[in-house]
Nanobody, 123 residues
Framework: QVQLVESGGGSVQAGGSLTLSCAASGDTSDTMCMGWFRQAHENAREGVAAIYIPSQRAFVVDSVKGRFTISHDSAKNTLYLQMNNLKPEDTAMYYC????????????????WGQGTQVTVSS
């Protein structure tokens, strides 16, 4: 089992920045992929970014490309999402997820999930 705890959410004005963190604990030795997802109101959950841990290869969706950066610190077992130039449409609950399978891109069926952290961007 892997436990994931997100932090760093909050309220910012458009154009501002936030950095989300996701601390992983438990049986993390088999983790191959970690990712960030978001869900706004009653919308479907969408993938934002993912990273393949062994190579640190990152995947970012087009809507946040150039503004969001995903990274992973293996020593701290922590996943990050640096979010710059935030827009009101980025408002959502952001979830961290991890998976032992090596396929990271365009997937939503991650095995382990955190509880989420709220990001609110005002215009």
């Amino acid at each position: 089992q892997v436990q994931l705890v997100e932090s760093g959410g909050g309220s910012v004005q458009a154009g501002g920045s936030l950095t989300l963190s996701c601390a992983a604990s438990g049986d993390t030795s088999d983790t191959m992929c970690m990712g960030w997802f978001r869900q706004a109101h009653e919308n479907a959950r969408e993938g934002v970014a993912a990273i393949y841990i062994p190579s640190q290869r990152a995947f970012v969706v087009d809507s946040v490309k150039g503004r969001f950066t995903i990274s992973h610190d293996s020593a701290k077992n922590t996943l990050y999402l640096q979010m710059n130039n935030l827009k009101p449409e980025d408002t959502a609950m952001y979830y961290c997820a991890s998976d032992p399978r090596p396929s990271c891109q365009s997937r939503s069926d991650f095995t382990y999930w955190g509880q989420g952290t709220q990001v609110t961007v005002s215009s």
